[in-house]
């Protein structure tokens, strides 16, 4: 055996060698994904207050989309607090309504009576993310900024201020590295949401609410990658000098990966290696008119994902699933390492086109197994 006292083998493995299995791999930081982000389905009772429970934790960044008709996703957090709503699908400034979500709760959260978030008989998908709990304030920047940060899990949220910017500003972040993808949305502006990863780079960006192409806008990011300790930001006329919200991830081994993958148009098409099972998927390629689809194993808990016309939830739009007429994704297999394009599909295995994708873990590899 060797020195874990595993193997059968005929003679005594060389010191420092082990056994090819996933009981010797290490253990990970974060052994259960679920503390961190998790994914519940409800069904709405039109009640005046609904307390939806089964997250595991209280969350800090809370998603509701309405699964079985056509309404706009429904965004809040901890930092900017419960009854403060932006639209991930919309351009809107924030809005404050106390009927869409109550309160964050230690197990969950309550909705109110709106029907974006708790119309009767209808089902709903909540993505739930954990950061830090209360903000505290940050002054690594060069504008103090209001951060509730996880770094375990690297997912920080950012409150910050522009309206006495004088150009270029850096904010702090939270983390102990550098945000691998940031998504920024003014709160009191019609502005679009804009979107870093690291392997498009930092002279351009997506948009979050559309669909358009990767493009290359510098007054965004100034031509500047984040670091350790802070994000930039460029021109006052894209930011419009009012406050801000900005939500930052990086890759975790075992929990979290953000990345690109190249199409193929293969029915067989590529297999993307996270090093965990996904529970949760967002993809977008770079090309115009290829949207951003969102998985997750509660809501596709078998392989494949869906048919090959319809899968995912279009994230820049209100409907209520993937839809066909070309908007499908197409399936996808979720495996113990990573998924699968199963489609030969413009919106997520086009030849020639780079997608970006955020994952987070249902289980690390050396836990995981197949569907």
Not at 146 to 165: C, E, R, Y
Not at 286 to 309: A, E, I, R, V
Not at 310 to 318: C, N
Request: hydrophobic share 30%.
């Amino acid at each position: 055996q060797d020195s874990n006292s595993i193997g059968d083998f005929y003679y005594e493995p060389p010191t420092g060698y082990l056994a090819l299995c996933t009981s010797n791999l290490p253990d990970l930081e974060i052994a259960l994904p679920g503390e961190n982000f998790n994914t519940v389905l409800y069904t709405g009772d039109g009640a005046v207050s609904h307390a939806i429970t089964g997250v595991g934790f209280q969350p800090d960044m809370n998603w509701v989309k309405a699964r079985s008709f056509t309404k706009d996703h429904n965004l809040v957090d901890s930092v900017r607090g419960a009854h403060f709503r932006l639209i991930p699908n919309g351009t809107n400034a924030e809005n404050e309504d106390a009927e869409k979500i109550i309160s964050l709760d230690s197990d969950g959260f309550t909705t109110g009576v709106d029907s974006a978030t708790n119309d009767n008989t209808e089902t709903y998908v909540a993505w739930n993310w954990k950061a830090g709990g209360a903000a505290a304030s940050n002054t690594d920047g060069t504008i103090t900024s209001s951060v509730s940060a996880n770094p375990t899990a690297g997912f920080s949220i950012v409150k910050f201020d522009l309206s006495s910017q004088t150009g270029v500003e850096t904010m702090g972040h939270g983390l102990a590295q550098a945000p691998e993808m940031i998504m920024i949305k003014s709160r009191e502006s019609a502005y679009n949401w804009s979107v870093y990863n690291k392997d498009i780079g930092n002279t351009k960006r997506l948009i979050l609410n559309d669909s358009a192409a990767t493009s290359t806008y510098t007054e965004v990011w100034n031509d500047t990658s984040p670091t350790s300790s802070v994000f930039t930001i460029g021109d006052a006329v894209w930011h419009g000098a009012d406050e801000q919200i900005a939500y930052c991830f990086h890759s975790v081994e075992g929990y979290s990966k953000v990345g690109t993958y190249r199409g193929n148009a293969q029915w067989n098409g590529p297999f993307i290696y996270t090093g965990f099972r996904p529970a949760y998927l967002w993809v977008k390629g770079d090309g115009n008119s290829q949207h951003w689809h969102q998985f997750d194993n509660k809501q596709y808990p078998y392989n494949p994902t869906s048919n090959t016309t319809t899968t995912g939830i279009v994230l820049e739009e209100a409907a209520n699933t993937g839809g066909g007429g070309g908007e499908g994704m197409g399936a996808i297999d979720i495996l113990s390492n990573g998924f699968k394009a199963r489609a030969n599909n413009g919106n997520g295995n086009d030849v020639n086109t780079t997608y970006t994708y955020l994952a987070f873990a249902e289980s690390p590899f050396k836990t995981s197994n197949a569907r």
